[in-house]
């Protein structure tokens, strides 16, 4: 009588393939597709085992999986008592599926790691600040210039020791009048780490 076994079986003779070159395409052991093709289910965990490996070895061999799969359900609804081993499922993975699981595992647990060092290091840089305005530094008819700058929305900003308030987005305005020459702005900014960061910008107004 033709069973689920001998009909994969022998459609992968018809196609010359041995079982090393099964185990390669579909990531299961030869010894546990040898046990598929003779029947011997209790090699197996369950028969949701049985059924997976038999959907992709019937779709490798170019069968159709739903009927192979509804000839095992016949099948095994005639059999009864299959006792299953138990822990064979690290066994049933080959080695390439156990390479490619545990890959998955290394790249998650290395992605992890860049991500904490990352975020490490963005708590323990310096606050970072950007002028945005004015674009031009030198000056003739201004006596006041409106200064726009943006840094982190939790840090403390101070300009000759004046404290300047941000808004929500991290920008800051501060008037600063000028004289004729050279004219340095000073701006401090202390992040929510407490680490400092000091940018200076000279201003010219000439005569």
């Known amino acids: 009588m033709l069973s689920v076994g001998s009909l994969l079986k022998n459609k992968r003779e018809q196609k010359k393939l041995s079982l090393t070159d ?7 052991r030869a010894k546990f597709i040898a046990a598929l093709e003779e029947d011997r289910w209790d090699v197996f965990t369950s028969k949701i085992y049985i059924s997976g490996i038999i959907k992709n070895y019937s779709q490798f061999l170019g069968l159709d999986y739903r009927k ?4 095992f359900r016949r099948e095994y609804e005639l059999k009864e008592d299959i006792r299953f081993k138990k822990r064979v499922s690290k ?18 647990f290395l992605l992890f790691i860049f991500y904490f060092i990352f975020q490490l290091f963005q708590y ?3 606050p970072q600040i950007e002028i945005q305005s004015p674009v031009t530094t030198t000056f003739r008819r201004e006596n006041v210039i409106k200064i726009v700058g943006k840094t982190e ?20 305005e501060f008037m600063f009048p000028l004289h004729i020459g050279n004219n340095i702005l000073s701006v401090e900014v202390i992040g929510a780490n407490g680490k400092k960061t000091v940018i200076e910008r000279i201003f010219k107004k000439t005569q």
């Open 68 to 71: 192979v799969l509804a000839f």
């Open 153 to 172: 929305k939790e840090a403390t900003i101070t300009i000759f020791g004046e404290r300047v308030y941000q808004n929500k987005e991290g920008i800051f």
């Open 22 to 28: 099964v185990e390669k395409q579909i990531k299961v």
């Open 91 to 108: 066994r049933y993975f080959s080695p390439d599926s156990k390479k490619a699981v545990w890959a998955g595992f290394l790249s998650v």
């Open 124 to 126: 323990l840089k310096p």
